[in-house]
Structure formats: structure tokens, C-alpha cells
């Protein structure tokens, strides 16, 4: 299985997108830890744990795995949840929700369900994504003005905004901006050379040490060298319930965000991932980041990109990543202790204006009323109230709106003549010229296109004044598919046909509409005589029926 995984080794490029990347993972692996309150380790050991285990196991060869903004943002609430709920096992039991994500991923990489993860509206897609982008800026606006998280989330941090700024620390907030200041202005050629972030970290690290006294400023203090604890599975059963949501929300983002990059990641190389594998080994990392106390992972698209650009092609750029991070971490630890906690706000800050998706904002209003009003509104809900809520209601708003959309369209295809000078049913001039002996005594009733439940009111409509008629041909030549809700519209139109002594001929060459008639009993309803495959034939017997009645 390795073997196949290196298959594309390009040692030198492979080399230097693991290094590359390792300096870019850093900084924002430090702000990730600290914004998610489980510490400047635990985003360490995520970058370390979940890049090292998705690259070996994973379905992409280039994809880059770590702590994202998205993941950070829900792992910091369930933290923050089971912490203020049971501080004593509170830690224990979030990255035991991290586990369960992870064995989630596996669960659906293995049913092999990875291709329909990103089955979602776009609209609902930029929604949340933009949406945790928002409250990645707004968890921030304490550390930034120079005070610890307020808790409460959101709403905690916005009721306590006041406060803080009545309280505002100068010297911090200078920092913070300053760092955004470099983030957002540093001209593109030094971006070429270096990460903005890098630059950021460590020349407002050092500004703060030469300008301002060490106890004014809040700093993140020394890592802890060595490898960290494992994390004993703690489960309880008042929250159970809970700690599988919270599972099910981290896994399935987790999916989203991963399976996003990775489509990004085969635009520029030219290669296909695989979807499900890749669900796998981002399962399998995840739950190893929650043993061992670190931030849940996915796919990161910046770390992914720089990656590629830089000339790898195979999973060892990822494992290189891991192994240059591990020793940092084991071996200059130290060498993060005077970092301000406001220059990793400000690094936070600057992923999470990324992380709004500004090119589907500007232009929404553009493209959609109602895609622009899908996306503000799923934002809102992700902000203010779940992500599962706002998900939901925008998916299936979505679902409403394109199946409302999608009736209208399969109405048309709906078409009953029963002149043959009615264009609206392609027929042969040979079978118009027999359509025209029943001198409008036949109604020809034609489907085509996948009929699903949302044109069965079109059959209704359509078939309503089949007393007129002496015969009625049903003509599914056309028909790829068929459900259960027209499969029934379908048996009333022929027993209201019965009923008013309307003779019914059935057209139904494709074997998989006609098992699902038979499934359905409909074509029980009609005599074998009466059942053609032509519809030449269906004609010509519905023309003679007619005819010889006269």
C-alpha cells in the first residue's frame, strides 16, 4: 500500500514542500491551539499528528492535513462546553468527541459514501464556511484588546465587548494590529520568499520584547518538550447524546473542508484523489490527535497550494512536514515562550478574514436573490444560533427551491395531443397521418425525462378530460425513470381512463420503467394486447379500435 503511495517520489520537491510547508503550519498551528483554549501544544501536536498520519493513510498524494480555521473554531466550543460543564474531566472528554470523529470518517470512507459529502449547494457551502470565519474573528476580539476569552462563545464574547474596550490593553492591541498590518500589506515579492504569518510571528515577537516590558504583555510561555499524553476515552452518560453530535459535526466538516481542498489539490496536479481513502486516513489521524490531547484536522487549502507550487508530488512532503514540526516541538519549544498571545489573535484574525468567502459575496446579489439569501442566512445561523441548524435549514431550503425549479421544468415535458397538428410530441409524418384518422378520438399522452414526485400534478392535470376520448395512449418511450409517486399518478390516470370507458395502450420500451411499473402493479392495469414497444403500432391500434367503433 506505501509503495503504491510514493509511486510519483520527487525527492527534491517532496523535501522542500514538507519544509516549506512546516514554516507555514507554525504560526497558525500556535494560533490555533491558544484561540481553541486547549493550548499552543495541543496545535503542535495536531499539525504533527493529523499531517503525519493523513499523508501515509490518506487518498491525496500533495494534500497538506492540520488544524484549520473551521475545525478550530467547533473543537474550541465543544471544549469549552465540556470544560465549563465538568472541568475536571471536561478536556478528557472533548478529544474523546475527536475520536469519534475520527471513527466517523473512517465509518463513512469505508461505505464508501466520500463522493456524496460535497453533494451541498454551493450557497450553503459559503454560508457556513464564511459564517465560522465570522466567529473565528469575533473569539478573537478579547485576546486581541489584551484580555482572556470571556467565554459564553459569540454571544459571551459580544455582551462582554464593553468591557473589554473600556479595559482595552494599549500596548497588546498595538501588537494585534500591527501584526494584521504586516499580514494583510506585506508586498507579494517577500510573500514569494517567506510566509506573511512567519513574518508576522517573529518580527512582532521580537519588536515586543525590544519595546515592551516582558510582564505587560501576555505571552505563550515555553512549550513542554517531549512527546504528549495520551488522553484516556472519557464517556458520559448524561451527555452522550451531545458528545455524538458534537462528533458528528466535527467529522462531517472535517470531511467537507478535506474533500474541498483535495478537489483544489487535483486541479493542479492533474490527479484524481480518492475520496473514500482519504475520509480513512483523515479518520485515523483525527482519532490519534484525540489520543494524544491535540487539535482535530482536515485539509488545509494555503498549506496544500504551497505545497504543489513548490514541486511535490507524493505523501512524503506531508510526512517531512510532521517530522520538521516534531522537532521543533521536542527540541526548540523554548524558542516560543516570548510570543505574545495578541500576535496569534492577529494570525487568527487574518485566517478567519480569509476564510469569508469574498469572491461568492460580491457577487451573489448578482448571481441569485435566492442563493444570496441561502448564504446570509446560513451564516447568520452559524454565528448565532448551530451549524447543524444552518446546514439543515439550507439544505433543505435549497432542496425546496431547485425541486420547485426542476418540477417546472418536468411539467413541460408532460405533453397530451390529440391533434396531429400539435407540434408538441415528435412524431413521425407517418404517425401523424394516423393520429389524424381518429379524428381527435385519441389522446396521446406523451413523458419524457426522469419523472420524479414533482410532476405527478402535470399527469393529473393533463389526463383530467380523458372522458372525451375513446382511447388514451400512455407513451413512456422517453422515460429513463420513475418513482413511487408517479408510478401512482400513472395507475390513476389509467383507472380513470377505465372508468370512462377510454380504452388505454401502453408504450414502454425501457426495461428499467417497466420493472418499476411492475413493482408498482401498473402494468397489471393494462392487457397484453394493449402493451407495444412502437409507437407506430400503438397507433395503429388505437386507430382501428376508434374507428370500428363508428
Not at 460580491?362 to 452559524?382: D, E, F, N, P, W
Not at 381512463?497 to 414502454?508: H, P, R, S, T
Request: charged share 15%; net charge negative; glycine share 10%.
Amino acid at each position: 500500500m506505501f509503495q503504491a503511495r510514493f509511486a510519483d517520489l520527487n525527492l527534491r520537491g517532496d523535501l522542500f514542500g514538507g519544509v516549506t510547508t512546516a514554516i507555514i503550519s507554525l504560526p497558525l498551528a500556535l494560533a490555533f491551539g491558544v484561540a481553541s483554549g486547549a493550548g499552543a501544544e495541543a496545535g503542535l501536536w495536531g499539525a504533527i499528528l493529523v499531517g503525519l498520519f493523513a499523508a501515509l493513510f490518506g487518498g491525496s498524494s500533495t494534500l497538506i492535513s492540520e488544524p484549520t480555521g473551521p475545525m478550530t473554531v467547533i473543537m474550541t466550543a465543544i471544549l469549552t462546553t465540556m470544560v465549563s460543564r465538568y472541568p475536571e474531566s471536561g478536556a478528557a472528554i472533548a478529544f474523546t468527541v475527536v475520536m469519534m470523529a475520527g471513527a466517523f470518517q473512517i465509518l463513512l470512507g469505508t461505505l464508501k459514501l466520500g463522493k456524496y459529502i460535497t453533494l451541498m449547494p454551493y450557497s450553503v457551502v459559503s454560508g457556513f464556511m464564511s459564517g465560522i470565519g465570522v466567529i473565528l474573528i469575533i473569539l478573537q476580539l478579547s485576546p486581541l484588546l489584551g484580555h482572556p476569552s470571556p467565554g459564553g462563545g459569540v454571544l459571551g464574547t459580544l455582551s462582554a465587548l464593553p468591557e473589554l474596550l473600556a479595559n482595552l490593553k494599549f500596548s497588546e492591541l498595538f501588537l494585534g494590529l500591527l501584526t494584521l498590518a504586516i499580514l494583510f500589506f506585506l508586498p507579494q515579492k517577500y510573500r514569494k520568499q517567506v510566509p506573511a504569518q512567519l513574518v508576522a510571528l517573529v518580527a512582532v515577537t521580537l519588536f515586543s520584547v525590544i519595546f515592551f516590558d516582558t510582564d505587560d504583555i501576555r505571552r505563550i510561555g515555553e512549550i513542554p518538550a517531549g512527546l504528549p499524553s495520551i488522553v484516556v476515552p472519557t464517556f458520559n452518560s448524561e451527555i452522550f447524546v451531545t458528545m455524538v453530535i458534537d462528533a458528528l459535526v466535527l467529522g462531517t466538516l472535517g470531511c467537507i473542508d478535506t474533500l474541498l481542498t483535495a478537489v483544489i489539490g487535483d486541479s493542479l496536479t492533474r490527479k484524481e484523489h480518492d475520496s473514500d481513502r482519504e475520509l480513512q486516513g483523515q479518520g485515523i489521524a483525527n482519532m490519534l490527535a484525540g489520543l494524544f490531547g491535540a487539535l482535530p484536522g482536515a485539509g488545509a487549502t494555503m498549506g496544500t497550494v504551497t505545497n504543489i507550487q513548490v514541486g511535490a508530488r507524493s505523501p512524503l512532503s506531508g510526512v517531512t512536514r510532521a517530522l520538521v514540526l516534531a522537532l521543533v516541538v521536542l527540541v526548540a519549544g523554548g524558542l516560543t515562550e516570548p510570543i505574545p498571545m495578541a500576535v496569534l489573535a492577529g494570525i487568527a484574525v487574518y485566517v478567519g478574514v480569509n476564510i469569508l468567502d469574498w469572491a461568492f459575496i460580491q457577487r451573489a446579489h448578482k448571481i441569485s436573490i435566492q442563493g444570496m439569501a441561502i448564504m446570509y442566512g446560513v451564516m447568520l445561523l452559524t454565528v448565532f444560533v448551530d451549524l447543524i441548524v444552518a446546514v439543515g435549514l439550507g439544505v433543505f431550503i435549497s432542496n425546496i427551491l431547485v425541486i420547485e425549479r426542476l418540477s417546472r421544468e418536468q411539467a413541460r415535458q408532460v405533453k397530451a395531443i390529440s391533434d396531429a397538428d400539435d407540434d408538441d410530441v415528435p412524431l413521425t409524418e407517418s404517425e401523424r397521418k394516423l393520429l389524424d384518422k381518429a379524428n381527435g378520438k385519441v389522446l396521446f399522452f406523451y413523458l419524457s425525462g426522469p419523472m420524479i414526485f414533482s410532476v405527478s400534478k402535470a399527469i393529473t392535470r393533463q389526463h383530467s378530460s380523458v372522458d372525451k376520448y375513446q382511447a388514451m395512449i400512455l407513451d413512456l418511450t422517453d422515460v429513463p425513470m420513475i418513482d413511487v409517486t408517479v408510478g401512482l399518478a400513472l395507475e390513476n390516470a389509467i383507472r380513470d381512463a377505465q372508468e370512462a370507458n377510454c380504452e388505454v395502450y401502453l408504450l414502454c420500451p425501457n426495461e428499467k420503467t417497466r420493472s418499476e411499473l411492475e413493482k408498482f402493479h401498473v402494468i397489471d392495469l393494462v392487457s397484453d394486447q394493449n402493451m407495444f414497444t412502437f409507437r407506430y403500432e400503438a397507433l395503429n391500434a388505437a386507430v382501428k379500435q376508434v374507428t370500428a367503433s363508428e
